[in-house]
C-alpha cells in the first residue's frame, strides 16, 4: 500500500516518474549508480521496499501484546506505531545508508505531513488493524 501510495503521489505532487521514486529507494543501497542501472535497480528498489514494510509489520506483530498494553486503541495504536516507524526510517536507517546525510540541504519539510500521513494509512492502521483481527484482540 504504501509503495502504491508514494507512486500515485509523489510523482504529481515532486514532478517525478515512479521509476525515479524506486530509483530512490534502490539508491538507498546502489549509490548513485542506481540512476543509471534503468530496470534492474528499480527492482532493487522495490524488492528493498518490499523487505522494509515486510519487516515493520513482522516487528509490529512481535510486538503487538505489549504494545496493545500501551495503548487499548488499535487504531490510536497504528497511527503511533507509523509515527516511529517514520522517525526511525528518517533519523536512523536513511542516514545510515548509501544516501547519507539527511535531511539533505535541499530537503523539503513541508513534505513530512504527507510523507506520515501515508504511513498512517498505508502502513500503521492496515498492520494494527489486521494484526488486531488476526489475534483476536
Not at 30 to 53: D, K, R, Y
Amino acid at each position: 500500500l504504501s509503495c502504491s501510495a508514494a507512486l500515485i503521489i509523489y510523482p504529481v505532487r515532486a514532478k517525478t516518474t515512479g521509476e525515479k521514486i524506486v530509483h530512490d529507494v534502490g539508491s538507498s543501497m546502489l549509490g548513485e549508480v542506481s540512476f543509471a542501472q534503468g530496470g534492474c535497480s528499480s527492482l532493487t528498489g522495490l524488492a528493498l521496499h518490499f523487505l522494509i514494510t515486510v519487516s515493520v509489520a513482522s516487528i509490529f506483530v512481535m510486538a503487538y501484546s505489549f504494545f496493545r498494553k500501551m495503548l487499548l486503541n488499535k487504531c490510536l495504536l497504528g497511527v503511533v506505531y507509523s509515527c516511529i516507524v517514520w522517525l526511525v526510517m528518517n533519523l536512523l536507517i536513511v542516514p545510515n545508508s548509501v544516501i547519507g546525510k539527511y535531511p539533505k540541504p535541499n530537503f523539503d519539510f513541508t513534505k513530512i505531513p504527507l510523507s506520515v500521513l501515508i504511513i498512517i494509512i498505508c502502513v500503521g492502521l492496515p498492520i494494527s488493524l489486521i494484526t488486531a483481527r488476526m489475534l483476536k484482540n
